[in-house]
């Protein structure tokens, strides 16, 4: 009569072995205990290679350092979920999502698995998304500056003169019209300028990072009568263009989550680096609200697309409370 119980474990094993990702469980003492084929392919090793491993003896000492604290917090019996790209000797790389899950018996905990998910395709996607949305916000505000903005400047220098052979005919009351359409019309250019300059930040080319946060922070005090400042106490130079554009787009979304959802009225933008650690704060004394951070169908399109590009630029972004009321919108990252 088989054993039942070899049964099960060789039913588990070829389950595991399908499974579309790599699967292990590793001890309290972080010897590894299971592998599943995807998870041995990856690391060129036999079964009877990796049972037993330590895990700090597989990943290397410098990854073993970057994952410990989420391999304490596993142990510590709290569910770990995080993205990191595997990288092997032949320089194959995969962007992963991890999960370590603590294996509890009542309160101890004797293990956790590990799960990861090749998340490449998806991230591809990510980086397809932010393109498309970035391509289409240039596309408009370019129409913005050089069609709609010149056909209604047109429109109010044509109302201008108008007004002028009406009085000279003496139509004092459809002068007064005409000169109310001029000025209307050169609100309206004003607001393409302003909508078209958020779109196009030339800023970021011809004045930097803190230059185009500064506008950005004078454009928004003017466009919404609200106070917006830009704080940089030191010089903060971002020389790579893809960082320093994700890095202003986020403050965009921030700031407008603010006043739009947050009836915030005053903002303060703050650049700072030290340590070697870039970070990028965008405070409001508006309404505090939830955000969902895992990316679930309750997450607006803003907070994706900014997390989306947070994770782009290897940044970490965090939402907090403030106690003196509103919300921060940190974004942080190691310089290189």
Not at 310 to 326: D, P, S, V, Y
Request: charged share 20%; with cysteine; net charge negative.
């Amino acid at each position: 009569m088989s054993d039942p119980l070899n049964k099960n474990e060789r039913f588990m094993k070829t389950l595991t072995d399908f499974m579309p990702g790599m699967a292990g469980y590793w001890t309290k003492e972080l010897r590894s205990s299971f592998a599943n084929r995807e998870y041995l392919n990856w690391f060129c090793m036999s079964a009877g290679e990796m049972n037993g491993i330590h895990m700090k003896d597989l990943l290397g000492s410098a990854l073993f350092a970057e994952k410990e604290p989420y391999i304490r917090a596993a142990l510590a019996g709290e569910i770990q979920k995080f993205e990191h790209t595997l990288t092997k000797s032949n320089g194959e790389t995969k962007e992963t999502l991890i999960h370590y899950i603590p294996h509890l018996e009542g309160a101890e905990v004797l293990g956790f698995f590990v799960l990861i998910l090749d998340i490449t395709e998806h991230k591809h996607m990510e980086a397809a998304l932010i393109a498309v949305a970035e391509a289409r916000q240039r596309a408009l505000g370019q129409e913005l500056h050089d069609n709609l903005g010149q056909q209604i400047a047109a429109i109010a220098y044509q109302s201008k003169a108008l007004e002028k052979r009406l009085l000279s005919a003496g139509d004092a009351n459809s002068a007064k019209i005409a000169a109310s359409v001029a000025i209307q019309a050169q609100h309206a250019v004003m607001q393409c300028k302003q909508l078209a300059q958020g779109l196009l930040p030339f800023e970021l080319e011809s004045n930097g990072l803190p230059g185009a946060l500064q506008e950005l922070a004078s454009r928004i005090s003017t466009s919404y009568d609200v106070n917006c400042h830009f704080v940089c106490k030191y010089e903060v130079f971002v020389d790579k263009g893809e960082l320093a554009l994700n890095l202003y787009r986020i403050a965009q979304e921030a700031i407008n989550n603010a006043i739009r959802h947050g009836g915030a009225k005053h903002l303060i933008i703050t650049l700072t680096l030290e340590n070697a650690c870039l970070c990028l704060s965008i405070c409001d004394d508006g309404c505090s609200f939830a955000v969902d951070t895992k990316l679930t169908t309750s997450s607006g399109m803003g907070i994706k697309i900014m997390l989306y590009r947070a994770n782009q630029i290897g940044a970490m972004l965090k939402f907090l409370t403030r106690a003196e009321g509103g919300t921060e919108v940190r974004v942080e990252m190691r310089a290189s």
